[in-house]
């Protein structure tokens, strides 16, 4: 099992900028994917972006160009770099690991990102 512990969410104005964290502790060796998904009360959780264990990433196309997501292997951390964020960008972000021969995510607590306009 892999246990996920976010943080860096907050409330910010349009066009401001928030880093999100994800560290990961436990079975870190069967990690073979993470990465962050956001939802909205009343809507579907919607991958927003992640990073496969050998640096490869995507992203949903409402934020490429303004989201990043790196990872820092020896803290065992992975990063969203959230830039020129929008009122749409509003919703809990949850971080997520996908492990090898597991078909079930383990996820994080969420972290609730509020972007004012």
């Known amino acids: 099992q892999v246990q996920l512990v976010e943080s860096g969410g907050g409330l910010v104005q349009s066009g401001g900028s928030l880093n999100l964290s994800c560290a990961a502790s436990?079975?870190?060796?069967?990690?073979?994917?993470m990465g962050w998904y956001r939802q909205v009360p009343g809507k579907q959780r919607e991958l927003v972006a992640e990073i496969t264990s050998g640096g490869s990433t995507q992203y949903v196309d409402s934020v490429k160009g303004r989201f990043t997501i790196s990872r820092d292997a020896a803290k065992n951390t992975v990063y969203l770099q959230m830039n020129s964020l929008k009122p749409e960008d509003t919703a809990v972000y949850y971080c997520?690991?996908?492990?090898?021969?597991?078909?079930?995510?383990?996820w994080g607590q969420g972290t609730q990102v509020t972007v004012s306009s």
């Open positions: 997520y690991a996908a492990l090898r021969g597991v078909a079930q995510y383990s």
């Open positions: 436990g079975s870190i060796f069967s990690i073979r994917t």
